[in-house]
């Protein structure tokens, strides 16, 4: 069986999960995309109620913020063969006691993402995007916070990019780090650019 067809198998199999139905509030709907062919990998953490309806990743204001940073339009943002999408937990896991997004199920970490990320060998970049994919695609190298481990950014090329998360409640970090968009943010386009080209 070639890669490809042996990732698909994978795919279809991770797409059809149902572990963590009887935690999901709303059932499961593993989101991701991914192919033999795609060189950049989108890691980040997991899908949110709008991502949970719409079946397609970042199909909101964050995504918006995220294709910015990467200096890259819709159609090619959703071409899986040039970039996956693949984020820490595949379903929405729901919301804690102050109204944000619990974390991704461990599960999917555990059952999945070694075996996924060891069918896509021919990714060249993993944009790690929040501390639980920089935890996970970083492990020890990762600094004690995610303000560090972005700054630190050049420590990990030219393999991973840690982000931020693009979301509206990271404005006022994205104010008060300014080195954000004048350094890293070139290098991270610079790169995406050259492997999707």
């Not at 995504?63 to 937990?89: K, Q, S």
Request: charged share 25%.
């Amino acid at each position: 069986m070639s890669q490809a067809a042996e990732l698909d198998v994978l795919l279809a199999e991770i797409r059809t999960c149902r572990l963590c139905a009887g935690s999901l509030p709303l059932g499961p709907r593993p989101v991701l995309r991914a192919s033999a062919t795609a060189r950049v990998a989108l890691c980040g953490q997991a899908p949110g109620t709008r991502v949970h309806a719409s079946g397609r990743p970042f199909t909101d204001r964050s995504g918006d913020r995220l294709r910015d940073w990467l200096g890259v339009d819709g159609d090619t943002f959703y071409d899986e063969r040039r970039i996956a999408i693949v984020p820490m937990g595949f379903c929405y896991p729901g919301v804690d006691d102050h109204g944000g997004d619990l974390p991704p199920r461990r599960e999917c970490r555990s059952t999945w993402h070694d075996r996924l990320f060891r069918a896509l060998p021919q990714v060249e970049l993993i944009v790690a995007i929040g501390g639980h994919a920089m935890a996970y695609h970083l492990g020890r190298r990762r600094k004690p916070s995610v303000r560090e481990t972005v700054a630190s950014f050049r420590d990990y090329l030219p393999g991973v990019i840690p982000l931020p998360h693009p979301s509206w409640r990271n404005n006022a970090w994205l104010d008060r780090n300014p080195w954000f968009a004048a350094e890293l943010l070139p290098v991270l386009r610079e790169r995406v650019h050259r492997l999707i080209a």
